[in-house]
């Protein structure tokens, strides 16, 4: 009960604790963001997709190959545990990824197709063509 209570200060916290430049804590960060969308589910999706994903897109902007994966993780933990909600809201959520489809490292642009493939897959047909339409 006191995490739903203070849930805005802790996502805000972890956020602004990952935007830090050269922090030491991106891994543990990373791990408590998906713990909290684990445990929060639904009450989390807005602050993923306002402050968390912009956030870890900025994480990708660098060479270091132990912080790309631990952000590359920190994503498959947040889509798998908040996949009904991304699916449901697949238009900001794209906009949000699309800078990162022209990365300049192949393995980035990899990572964040294999991502929207995987929503589409889970995407119910009715809404599929819309949503590619607005892609291109």
Known sequence: PLLLHNKNGVVE?????????????????????????????????PFFKQSVVPCLVGLLQTTDA???????SCFAYLFKFLLR?????????FDSLFPVLSNRFWYIRRF????????LRKMPTDRLEMNLTHMF
Do not use: G, T
């Open 85 to 93: 909600y991304v699916v449901d809201d697949f238009f900001d959520l």
């Open 13 to 45: 916290a972890i956020v602004r604790h990952l935007s830090k430049e050269e922090s030491k804590a991106i891994k543990p960060l990373c791990a408590c963001l998906s713990a909290l969308a684990r445990d929060l589910r639904h009450e989390m999706y």
């Open 112 to 119: 964040s197709s294999e991502v929207i493939s995987f929503l």
């Open 66 to 72: 132990e912080q790309l994966e631990d952000v590359f």
